[in-house]
């Protein structure tokens, strides 16, 4: 079936060092990911998209970058700081019929130790 | 980007209730969508609330359940009904305005729901 899924649901990093957090997508038809930042108490908020045209965008201290040959996803935070700590979520859009739905990975929770 | 106010922002219900939960968003949007994230895990697509007509719900998810309105561009609320504690979740409402040719995901800041 379809899914998008994530390699680890934990990761530590020391505060400054840069943080890796990998996705997988089993859908060859998505056009679409976008990374979202979840904090506790609050609802996910955008970080960065890509389309499937592309294989790097970079945003400020972050990068996602998209395999299509292994359909891999991954979010690169470089000098990781205390509020980078949150739960990272990956998702697609996919467009049908001119609908949107937007589908979300399991997530990973980023710890950043001081 | 939109923003997106949900009320209540939690509650604590009994068995066998219902629980209407409200989102108005600040701008005219084309889509809005209604999720679950139960506890610890990810977001689940509820449904698709259509404005004028029935709601697009995905699979594992009815309307008796979870009734959906959406009267306008700017409003639209899910009803939790005959609640069990299996429906202790952080409900969500979520918008994309594709009028302006967006994609992008807008959340509110959910509606934490216990039952007891």
């Known amino acids: 079936g379809e899914s998008v899924g994530l390699h680890l649901p934990t990761l530590s990093v020391q505060e400054g060092d840069n943080s890796i957090i990998n996705c997988a997508y089993s859908?060859?038809?998505?056009?679409?990911f976008i990374w979202y930042k979840q904090e506790s108490g609050k609802g996910p908020q955008f970080i960065i998209d890509?389309?499937?045209?592309?294989d790097k965008r970079q945003g400020q201290r972050v990068t996602v970058l998209l395999n299509k040959t292994v359909k891999h996803l991954s979010l690169q935070i470089a000098a990781t700081q205390p509020g980078d700590s949150a739960v990272y979520f990956c998702?697609?859009?996919?467009?049908?019929?001119?609908?949107?739905?937007?589908?979300f990975g399991t997530g990973t929770k980023l710890q950043v130790i001081p | 980007s939109a923003v997106i106010s949900q009320k209540p922002s939690r509650d604590i219900c009994q068995r066998g209730t219902s629980l209407t939960i409200q989102c108005q968003v600040d701008s005219q949007v084309t889509m809005m969508f209604w999720y679950r994230q139960q506890p610890g895990q990810s977001l689940t697509l509820i449904a698709t609330a259509n404005q004028g007509s029935e709601a697009t719900y995905e699979s594992g998810f009815v309307i008796d359940k979870f009734p959906i309105s959406r009267p306008n561009l700017t409003f639209s609320t899910l009803t939790v009904s005959n609640m069990s504690p299996e429906d202790s979740s952080i409900y969500l409402c979520?918008?994309?305005?594709?009028?302006?040719?967006?994609?992008?995901?807008?959340f509110g800041s959910g509606t934490q729901l216990s039952v007891l």
């Open positions: 859908n060859s038809a998505s056009d679409y």
């Open positions: 890509i389309r499937s045209n592309m």
């Open positions: 979520s918008v994309i305005n594709t009028g302006q040719g967006g994609e992008k995901l807008f």
């Open positions: 998702a697609e859009n996919r467009h049908s019929g001119g609908y949107q739905k937007v589908t």
